[in-house]
């Protein structure tokens, strides 16, 4: 028995020591995974870009910088690998075809085949990594690069469907279009590899923001080292048809251009938005657009737009006095006039600042007042195919500051293009986005005016033109109107922008003289010279 034991036990022993045997030979001899899951991987990781996850399949250590290269010098945008199936080669190794899709910028996309080899290592399928996993034509050092050929630019027209870029438009249209340069190496980085040190690129004005536009695609050569591995059709550049009427401009420059001081002048048609001209008699800064200036009485448009929706009537009697105090506040009138007791709509065509003051802090408040500012395009910004300022209106914060904005002082600012898109608003019932660019998209919506308003304003602007502050400027019939004498700067003595803006049948403009002093007697004449030339 204890024999049989000692047997027993023996055999027992052997049967675990096989078996421990059997299990390390197993997990010595078995490869984890499979080569379609190795070679998944590493072509998530190439789409990702992801070098560290890349590298973490290959078999060997190796540089990827071949990848790199590729989407540098080709630009490539985006990545899409399409994996086949892996198959067994036999001796531990295996393929798995791929399809791989560049997107390439400026150019459009690129699709071309080629393998990921695998092997075992380490008892786990990993990448056998050569320069031909990225493109089966690489080896060694060559590179991937771009040879283009750019069709013939595009042109920019006016609404007539005559050219604006042939440089031999007036200065103030060439400052809307840019010009033509020659890349930098900035350039290149900022537009991709498409383009060369060199090549022509938009430089300002339409010519830049709508140079992919404009320029088109080039006809492609994608290369390796000096061998070609396929051509990419171009595609030519489409024509930018823009809203300038050369009448209206041509009529705008006439009136502004001999005037000592810088003048613009801004028209846009009603009903539309659509920038007609935009004309600056000084070259370098574009006042038309970027100009922020203190809109001055000409915003008692908006100011009147907001009483009338409060209910105060054009025929209601109201005080003009020499002066008038909110909230500490000395208000005066242009030249220290007094008018006594008159109508709202005689008060708004004498342009009596004593009278606007008063109404707005006890109708209004600075709530209604912004609210209506908004809706003619105060603080909206603007997307007309050019650099172009917000006009601000910020919330007055005293009663003080409130008379100041309801004649279009204090913090105010516009450019002749919001005043101008205003007094298209204040004549249509609707305010548009101004665009010099026909079909683009905008990113403020139109507003409707409150109802009826817009139709109580019109005689008051008539007034304007026909008793009021701009009855000797020679306006022609039919002209509606505004006069502004915006002061600005300090000191006992203020010097003042000179404005006025208005409408006449479907066109809506505003003008600015810089320092010109009064909008009545500047400022009008020249609107007046300007509609004589339509």
């Known amino acids: 028995m204890p024999r049989g034991r000692t047997i027993a036990?023996?055999?027992?022993?052997?049967?675990?020591?096989?078996?421990?045997?059997?299990?390390?030979?197993?997990?010595?001899l078995h490869t984890r995974g499979t080569p379609q899951e190795t070679a998944q991987r590493f072509a998530a990781?190439?789409?990702?870009?992801?070098?560290?996850?890349?590298?973490?399949?290959?078999?060997?250590?190796?540089?990827?910088?071949?990848?790199e290269q590729q989407r540098k010098g080709l630009n490539v945008e985006r990545t899409t690998v399409k994996l086949g199936q892996a198959v067994e080669t036999g001796d531990g190794t295996a393929r798995a075809p791929y399809t791989a899709t560049l997107t390439l910028r400026n150019i459009g996309e690129w699709t071309y085949t080629g393998q990921i080899d695998l092997k075992v290592a380490d008892r786990a399928w990993?990448?056998?990594?050569?320069?031909?996993?990225?493109?089966?034509?690489?080896?060694?050092?060559?590179?991937?690069?771009?040879?283009?050929?750019?069709?013939?630019?595009?042109?920019?027209?006016?609404?007539?469907?005559?050219?604006?870029?042939?440089?031999?438009?007036?200065?103030?249209?060439?400052?809307?279009?840019?010009?033509?340069?020659?890349?930098?190496?900035?350039?290149?980085?900022?537009?991709?590899?498409?383009y060369k040190v060199g090549d022509a690129v938009g430089r300002g004005g339409l010519q830049e923001t709508f140079q992919k536009r404009l320029a088109g695609?080039?006809?492609?050569?994608?290369?390796?080292?000096?061998?070609?591995?396929?051509?990419?059709?171009?595609?030519?550049?489409?024509?930018?048809?823009?809203?300038?009427?050369?009448r209206v401009q041509a009529a705008a420059v006439a009136a502004v251009r001999d005037l000592p001081k810088p003048a613009s002048l801004v028209a846009v048609r009603r009903g539309t938005g659509e920038i007609l001209?935009?004309?600056?008699?000084?070259?370098?800064?574009?006042?038309?657009?970027?100009?922020?200036?203190p809109p001055g009485s000409t915003f008692k448009a908006v100011t009147a737009l907001a009483l009338l929706a409060e209910g105060v009537s054009p025929s209601e009697?109201?005080?003009?006095?020499?002066?008038?105090?909110?909230?500490?506040?000395?208000?005066?009138?242009?030249?220290?006039?007094?008018?006594?007791?008159l109508t709202f709509s005689d008060a708004f065509a004498y342009s009596c600042n004593t009278t606007f003051a008063p109404l707005t802090a006890e109708r209004l408040g600075p709530d209604k007042l912004l609210e209506a500012a908004e809706m003619v395009g105060f603080n909206q910004p603007l997307s007309i195919g050019v650099p172009a300022a917000k006009a601000s209106f910020p919330k007055a914060k005293s009663d003080a500051e409130l008379a100041a904005e309801s004649f279009g002082q204090a913090r105010i600012t516009a450019s002749p293009l919001v005043m101008a898109a205003a007094a298209a608003a204040l004549a249509d019932g609707t305010w548009r986005p101004p665009?010099?660019?026909?079909?683009?998209e905008q990113k403020a919506e139109e507003v409707e005016l409150p109802e009826g308003v817009a139709d109580q304003l019109q005689p008051m602007m008539s007034a304007v033109v026909t008793t009021g502050t701009a009855k000797a400027a020679g306006l022609p019939a039919g002209t509606r109107g505004k006069t502004g004498t915006a002061e600005y700067g300090t000191g006992p003595e203020l010097p003042s922008?000179?404005?006025?803006?208005?409408?006449?049948?479907?066109?809506?403009?505003?003008?600015?003289?810089?320092?010109?002093?009064?909008g009545g007697k500047v400022a009008a004449p020249v609107a007046a010279d300007f509609l004589r030339g339509l």
Request: with cysteine; glycine share 12%.
């Open 277 to 293: 001209a935009v004309v600056n008699n000084r070259g370098g800064f574009n006042r038309a657009l970027d100009g922020r200036y």
């Open 45 to 67: 990781a190439w789409q990702a870009a992801d070098m560290g996850r890349m590298t973490a399949e290959l078999a060997a250590p190796a540089s990827l910088a071949a990848y």
């Open 497 to 518: 922008h000179a404005w006025f803006m208005g409408h006449k049948d479907d066109v809506a403009f505003a003008v600015v003289v810089e320092g010109g002093g009064g």
């Open 9 to 28: 036990i023996v055999s027992g022993v052997s049967v675990l020591a096989v078996g421990a045997a059997a299990g390390g030979a197993w997990w010595v």
């Open 126 to 194: 990993k990448v056998a990594w050569t320069p031909a996993t990225v493109h089966p034509s690489l080896t060694g050092q060559a590179t991937f690069s771009l040879k283009t050929d750019w069709p013939a630019r595009a042109a920019i027209i006016d609404s007539s469907g005559e050219r604006m870029d042939t440089g031999e438009v007036g200065g103030s249209v060439q400052q809307l279009v840019g010009f033509l340069d020659k890349a930098t190496a900035k350039d290149v980085a900022k537009l991709g590899p498409s």
């Open 217 to 246: 695609t080039p006809a492609t050569e994608i290369r390796l080292g000096d061998t070609t591995l396929t051509k990419i059709k171009g595609s030519a550049g489409k024509p930018l048809e823009t809203t300038l009427d050369p």
């Open 317 to 341: 009697r109201v005080t003009c006095p020499k002066y008038a105090t909110i909230g500490g506040l000395k208000v005066r009138n242009s030249e220290h006039a007094e008018y006594g007791s």
């Open 435 to 440: 665009t010099l660019v026909k079909g683009l």
